[in-house]
């Protein structure tokens, strides 16, 4: 069965342009996340979807990152105006519900660079 | 301030060996705490949880132990094999929460 996709794979960009990071969730997954690891770190939470309600955005880093998902399923996170310190891998992860208890399936990742 | 920390960013042990990762919590309203692995390239995978009811939990090689007094959470791979060298990362929740996820703990193991 098909998991979590996460495109691209890999991104280099400059300085001041725009991004946009896909994920893809397991099929009947109401719940997904996205969040961020950068060099060293740990997994940085960053804004969470579940059904219709409104997105957690509490982990966002600044107004340059946003996301959307488009009925439910496919989601997009957008980063504005990229900076250096934007350079990490972005993880995206999916569940049933979105209980922490419930288990999290995470896509490969995008490993954005910013030069 | 970190809620979850994992003060070992990397750790080695002998193939056939025990390794013991450890995880401090700062909150004892989590009740629910898990380990995830990442192998590079990868996303993380679910590993094993432990519900605040319970001390221990055991999967196979792979056994969590939970300590709620000392708000401390510890993973034990025996034998250790060179496929569990990987970035193991505990993460913790209550009631309906989103999980956080501590720093990490790099396991080599060594053939």
């Known amino acids: 069965g098909a998991g979590v996709s996460q495109s691209p794979s890999n991104k280099v960009t400059e300085k001041g342009k725009d991004v946009e990071l896909r994920c893809d969730p397991i099929?009947?997954?109401?719940?997904l996340y996205w969040y961020r690891q950068s060099l060293g770190q740990g997994l940085e939470f960053l804004i969470y979807?579940?059904?219709?309600?409104?997105?957690?955005k509490s982990g966002l880093p600044s107004d340059r990152f946003s996301a959307e998902r488009t009925g439910g399923s496919v989601s997009t996170l957008t980063i504005q105006r990229t900076q250096q310190e934007d350079s990490a891998v972005y993880l995206c992860a999916s569940s049933f519900s979105s209980t922490g208890k419930e288990t999290q399936y995470f896509g490969p990742g995008t490993r954005l660079l910013v030069l | 301030d970190q809620q979850v920390k994992q003060n070992s960013p990397s750790l080695s042990v002998q193939e056939g060996r025990i390794s013991i990762l450890n995880c401090d919590y700062t909150n004892s309203m989590f009740d629910y705490f898990l380990w995830y692995k990442k192998y590079p390239a990868e996303g993380p995978t679910f590993l094993i949880s432990?519900?605040?009811?319970?001390d221990k939990n055991e999967d196979g090689r792979f056994t969590v132990f939970l300590n709620k007094s000392a708000k401390h959470l510890s993973l034990h791979i025996v034998p250790s094999q060179p496929g569990d060298s990987a970035v193991y990362f505990c993460a913790v929740t209550f009631g309906n929460e989103k999980l956080t996820f501590g720093t990490g703990t790099r396991l080599t193991i060594i053939p």
């Open positions: 432990i519900s605040s009811i319970k």
């Open positions: 979807f579940q059904g219709n309600s409104a997105p957690d």
């Open positions: 099929s009947g997954h109401t719940a």
